[in-house]
């Protein structure tokens, strides 16, 4: 099974900050890697697919990049609604494989 | 307006059997490939199983596999998940979500349902 590994596990930002999480795969998922956003008590929220395309309805603050083993997920210009835990996940082969998530907090 | 409503979760006793639903609209359900992921409580995200449009193409995780049986009815735009030999360990929230058509990720998630496995 591939490993999906994010980093940080948490962060500290403020409203207005820029903030970058990682993702890192096991081995090669070529551009097979979404980024979830989820709020307390609420389903998982589909933000970015195929590492770089954002999903319809989605601010354009959010933006994905990498491919490989290494992505990034960027935040610029924080707002309140952001803050959640986001996850990563590999879609390059079964079972399709979450990381831990990184809790996004004030 | 897509919506996919889960239920059938419940507090059950090890061992014991739980069959969830989750009730598609908004969308075409037959031409879609459709998902079970868990999350234990304060947990992450698991994929659990998943079903191709026409129930051709059927995976589990290792975790499940042997206990869970995923299932769809495309007459009644409804996608199952029969889980027997219940342990503590699947006790979490079951959602059920969409694969994007002609992607790979999940673009539409129920609201989940909660399955409890305690004596």
């Known amino acids: 099974d591939i490993q999906m590994t994010q980093s940080p596990s948490s962060l500290s930002a403020s409203v207005g900050d820029i903030v970058t999480i990682t993702c890192r795969a096991s081995q090669s998922i070529s551009s097979y890697l979404n980024w979830y956003q989820q709020k307390p008590g609420k389903a998982p929220k589909l933000l970015i697919y195929a590492a770089s395309s954002l999903q319809s309805g989605v601010p354009s603050r959010f933006s994905g990049s990498g491919s490989g083993t290494d992505f990034t997920l960027t935040i610029s210009s924080l707002q309140p609604a952001d803050f959640a835990t986001y996850y990563c996940q590999q879609s390059y082969s079964t079972p399709k494989t979450f990381g831990q998530g990184t809790k996004l907090e004030i | 307006e897509v919506q996919l409503v889960e239920s059938g979760g419940g507090l059950v006793k090890p061992g014991g059997s739980l069959r969830l639903s989750c009730a598609a609209s908004g969308f075409t359900f037959s031409s879609y490939s459709m998902n079970w992921v868990r999350q234990a409580p304060g947990k992450g995200l698991e994929w659990v199983s998943s079903i191709s449009s026409s129930s051709s193409y059927i995976y589990y995780a290792d975790s499940v596999k042997g206990r869970f049986t995923i299932s769809r009815d495309n007459a009644k735009n409804s996608l199952y998940l029969q889980m027997n030999s219940l342990r503590a360990e699947d006790t979490a929230v079951y959602y059920c979500?969409?694969?994007?058509?002609?992607?790979?990720?999940?673009?539409?998630w129920g609201q989940g349902s909660l399955v409890t496995v305690s004596s």
């Open positions: 979500a969409r694969d994007q058509r002609g992607g790979s990720c999940y673009d539409y």
